[in-house]
């Protein structure tokens, strides 16, 4: 194992790994002028625009951090986010030895769930916030802001309107394939095993009627362990209907499932990776409650990267205590585990993500 170390200075930068990519070159902007920033990653010279532009109203420096190589990474830093595929949980793994505030917003729910137990074996002496719901936690969050308004959550669904024109970093194709690869969801209180891309809806989502079906996404997985529904469900569709129809079509055919091994993966990262110059990041989040039903629509002009970003810098606020609470307790914690439910869609409406709220019957049943 690469003996990478990191080590915990309340004074020190901001560490983010993967801190020029698409995603984080968001944070990193959002960022600058609140902290100073190390920005890690396997071409550091990639960042000297970045840095340049950052150093106009903060601190940027950039590093050689390859996860893939076996040269070892070691840097004093105040806090970790996470914003590329750690396969081998090198960044978690020294955020624990070190003892400091870690935020991830990059794993699939198999991801989340190793992380889970290995910062509980770990006996972690910082926050370790695992915030990779959809779009760096924004669903999560948004969703505790509704439990917050109905005195609970009984049900939430999720439908999500992924603009194919919009920016997208490479890692993000990770996220999404394993779409030849059932899941488990909680459905009407019971863990219940469904197949990706089954059960479509066709729903508004903003001002547009956009079908989705059902993707894994985390959190499907934390959402039942922290609000306590009897329900949640997450799906998926594309903003051009022939692309979401040809992705149907193909998991009806068992192409995913006969597609899976890693022979196949160039394949599979063609059909899901096609980034654009920029689009609209839209959700719908529908959500029952004591208190009745709400529908939020959650849009984001800037598109998924920022969105993902900006969930990711309330993460970063939430393990520092800098949100009007005191910073989150040591060892694993969820976005929706957020002490200030209340704050969280003016928090969100300050950085362009803006949720508007209908009294609306459910439409999408589980």
């Known amino acids: 194992m690469v003996n990478d170390e990191l080590v915990h200075d309340a004074a020190g930068p901001v560490l983010l790994v993967g801190g020029y990519g698409t995603v984080g070159a968001e944070l990193a902007r959002a960022v600058s002028g609140r902290w100073p920033l190390l920005l890690a990653g396997r071409s550091p010279e990639k960042a000297a625009g970045l840095c ?73 002496s910082a926050p370790v916030l695992l915030s990779s719901g959809w779009m760096g936690g924004v669903v999560p969050l948004v969703a505790t802001a509704l439990a917050d308004r109905l005195g609970g959550l009984d049900t939430l669904d999720t439908a999500i309107r992924y603009d194919l024109s919009d920016r997208a970093g490479v890692d993000s194709v990770e996220f999404m394939d394993r779409l030849g690869v059932d899941f488990e969801i909680l459905q009407s209180g019971h863990p219940t095993v469904v197949t990706p891309l089954t059960s479509p809806r066709t729903l508004p989502i903003g001002p547009h009627r956009t079908k989705v079906a059902r993707i894994d996404t985390p959190e499907q997985f934390t959402l039942p362990l922290t609000l306590n529904p009897h329900t949640v469900s997450t799906r998926l569709g594309f903003s051009n209907p022939t692309s979401t129809t040809t992705l149907l079509t193909l998991a009806k055919s068992g192409f995913f499932r006969r597609t899976r091994s890693p022979r196949w993966r160039p394949l599979r990262h063609r059909l899901l990776y096609s980034p654009g110059e920029g689009g609209t990041a839209i959700l719908r989040i529908e959500a029952q409650g004591p208190g009745g039903s709400l529908t939020a629509t959650v849009t984001d002009p800037l598109g998924q990267a920022h969105m993902t970003a900006m969930g990711g810098l309330l993460g970063l606020r939430r393990v520092l205590g800098e949100d009007g609470a005191p910073a989150a307790r040591a060892g694993v914690v969820f976005p929706e585990s957020h002490p200030l439910p209340g704050t969280v869609l003016g928090a969100l409406s300050d950085l362009g993500v803006s949720t508007s709220l209908a009294d609306t019957p459910s439409q999408a049943a589980a």
């Not at 830093?77 to 996470?82: E, H, L, P, T, Y």
């Not at 991830?104 to 509980?120: E, G, H, N």
């Open 52 to 124: 340049a532009e950052i150093s106009a109203e903060g601190s940027a420096e950039a590093r050689r951090w390859d996860l893939a190589s076996p040269e070892p990474f070691g840097a004093s830093v105040r806090a970790v986010v996470s914003l590329v595929n750690d396969p081998d949980d090198r960044v978690l793994r020294a955020a624990l030895a070190g003892g400091i505030p870690y935020v991830d917003v990059t794993r699939w729910t198999a991801r989340m769930q190793r992380a889970i137990t290995l910062t509980s074996l770990a006996s972690p």
